[in-house]
Every structure is written in structure tokens, then in C-alpha cells.
């Protein structure tokens, strides 16, 4: 048998709060044999996420937190990271906002999806602003996470045209196709894959 040789793949940790439809995207494409990452740990804040089924189906280990006081959260957080020797972290609708502690100690290796084209419409609410400020386009962002919000080096974006009858629902449903195959691109991207 001919065994794949050289590709260690990196312990990957995929931050969740609900549906998990980036997360699952995720996992598939961890499981391609020339994926740059393996998912050993997902994180949710909230013990009801939808996503957290994925953990049990795809047998990853998964850790809901409740997010009563954010630095104690945090730390254990960073102690299921150590102890999973996870190297990169998959922000995937986690709708919480990282202590700046937390992201200068993994600079560099926090990633995050946005439903917007960043720089423009951060923050909450994208789809809705976007259509009623009539643009004619919208999309969504892989960026580098960093202490200011949605504000980090932009990885890949992709773009979507805005149709006449466009509403929320249809338009979210549209840039999560995209952001299903954008976020494994723009991963094997900053492997230089
Ligand atoms: C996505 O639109 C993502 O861009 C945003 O939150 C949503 C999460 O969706 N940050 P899902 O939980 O991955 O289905």
C-alpha cells in the first residue's frame, strides 16, 4: 500500500455558536488527504449549539463553555488548546469577541469567516444593511484575526452580485454556499497550498 508521505497536518480547533454549516465544511475538507489541517477540538459557547452535533457524528472532541465570565472562560479554553496541541483556530459564527490577551498569544493563528467584503459592513447585521443600503454586490471574508474587530489582514473574499429580489435569507443562503469553499481555500492558501 502506497502511504501519503510528508503533509503533518496541523492540530486545528474550530470556534462554533450555531449551526456549524463552516464547521462541517471544515471537517470535510480536513479529511481530504491533502488538507493542511486536522480538527481535533471544537469549541462552542453555548451548550446548544446545533454544530456541536458534528463533534459527536464525526467523533471530534467538543466543548461547550458557558461564557459567564470571559477570562476564566478563557483560560480554559487556552488549557484545551495546549492540551490538544493545537496549533491554528477556525473562528466559524463564534459570536463571542476574544479577549485581546488571547489573540496576541496565538498572533498569527486565529482565522475568521465574515459575510461581508471587508472592509466594508463589519460587526452584526451584514446581509440586512447590505440590502438596504442597495449595494450591488456583497460576499464574504477570510481574515486574520486581531484585536480590532472584522479588522484583520484579509486572506481571500469572494464576491456575489446582489439580485433584484434579493432578501436576508436568500442572500445569506448564497454567501454561505461561498464561504463553504472559500474558508478551505483560504487555509490551504496561507500553507502556500
Ligand atoms: C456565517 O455566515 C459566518 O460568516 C458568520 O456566521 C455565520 C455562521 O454560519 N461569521 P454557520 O454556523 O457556519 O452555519
Known amino acids: ?5 510528508g503533509l503533518k497536518k496541523i492540530n486545528t480547533a474550530v470556534f462554533i455558536s450555531g449551526t456549524g454549516s463552516n464547521l462541517k465544511s471544515l471537517i470535510q475538507f480536513s479529511k481530504k488527504k491533502n488538507s493542511p489541517i486536522s480538527i481535533e477540538l471544537i469549541i462552542s459557547d453555548n451548550s446548544k449549539a446545533k454544530g456541536l452535533k458534528y463533534g459527536k457524528i464525526f467523533k471530534i472532541s467538543s466543548k461547550p463553555f458557558n461564557y ?16 490538544k496541541k493545537i496549533k491554528l483556530i477556525c473562528l466559524a459564527g463564534f459570536m463571542r469577541i476574544l479577549s485581546k490577551n488571547f489573540i ?3 498572533k498569527g493563528k486565529i482565522l475568521n469567516i465574515h459575510p461581508s467584503l471587508l472592509p466594508k459592513y463589519k460587526g452584526l447585521q451584514t ?4 440590502i438596504s443600503n442597495g449595494e450591488k454586490y456583497s460576499g464574504c471574508t477570510v481574515h486574520f484575526v486581531s484585536p480590532r474587530l472584522d479588522s ?4 481571500l473574499q469572494k464576491k456575489v452580485k446582489i439580485s ?3 432578501t436576508n435569507k436568500s442572500l445569506k443562503k448564497k454567501i454561505l454556499i461561498e464561504e463553504h469553499k472559500l474558508y478551505p481555500k483560504a487555509i490551504s492558501k496561507i500553507f502556500n497550498l
Open 164 to 166: 433584484k429580489n434579493e
Open 68 to 83: 459567564k465570565n470571559k477570562l476564566i472562560v478563557e483560560k480554559k479554553i487556552i488549557s484545551e488548546i495546549k492540551n
Open 104 to 106: 496576541k498569544s496565538f
Open 152 to 155: 484583520g489582514k484579509i486572506i
Open 127 to 130: 446581509h440586512e444593511r447590505v
Open 1 to 5: 500500500m502506497v502511504q501519503s508521505i
